[in-house]
């Protein structure tokens, strides 16, 4: 890490940001990937455009009821050229319009058995709290993503997680509104390192 006050460990300098904007988490719950809405995710640019919103946080995977896919050891699948171009569709929308988006890649949401199938319920859990399963949704999953998506002028930042505190027993909630599923927040904080390293890695400028 460095030891200069104000720089991250990478050496660079820490850089104020002030979004302001709107949440719109999505139009097709958890399913805005594949074949995104372009027509109302335009309507919702152009819409806060006049009053000075110019930044759109958005859910991605959300619950993972469709993407990420798995693979028969649960193990994250390749990002398909099919789900980058849809992303890239949705910033490009934002380019037009002089917005720009954050991409929130999970929410709490992954947890409730009320959403997802009990294979992806389990596939979802693996991934938080399974090193392998982790690296996968990494490697197979971030990585190429934001390769892709390197050096989109509307692309605004990266999120790890919706509302995580929702999905663990322990630390700041020990209610869990995911009921009886549930992790450690040790387990989350690790999450949102190496996704952020994994970010890093393809684009060490990506906020």
């Known amino acids: 890490s460095s030891s200069t006050a104000g720089n ?36 919702l640019y152009s819409d806060i455009f006049p009053v000075g919103g110019r930044i759109v946080r958005w859910w991605f ?22 789900s980058i171009a ?43 709290q399974k090193d392998a399963n982790r690296q996968a949704y990494v490697d197979n999953v971030l990585i190429p993503l934001v390769t892709a998506l390197k050096g989109h002028p509307r692309l605004y930042a990266w999120e790890a997680f919706n509302e995580p505190e929702g999905m663990i027993n322990d630390g700041p909630n020990t209610t869990p509104w995911t009921g009886n599923n549930y992790v450690s927040i040790k387990e989350i904080q690790k999450c949102v390192i190496w996704f952020a390293a994994g970010v890093h890695s393809a684009d060490p400028s990506a906020l």
């Open 8 to 43: 991250t460990g990478n050496g660079q300098a820490c850089r104020s940001k002030f979004a302001s904007g709107v949440n719109v988490a999505w139009f097709n719950y958890g399913a805005d990937v594949p074949s995104p809405a372009m027509d109302k995710f335009n309507k």
């Open 61 to 82: 995977h959300t619950n993972g009821a469709k993407t990420p896919t798995y693979d028969s050891n649960g193990l994250a699948a390749k990002i398909s050229d099919q």
């Open 86 to 128: 849809d992303v890239k569709k949705i910033l490009d929308g934002a380019a037009a319009a002089g917005e720009a988006v954050v991409v929130s890649l999970w929410s709490f949401n992954m947890l409730k058995s009320d959403q997802v199938s009990a294979a992806i319920l389990q596939n979802n859990k693996d991934l938080l």
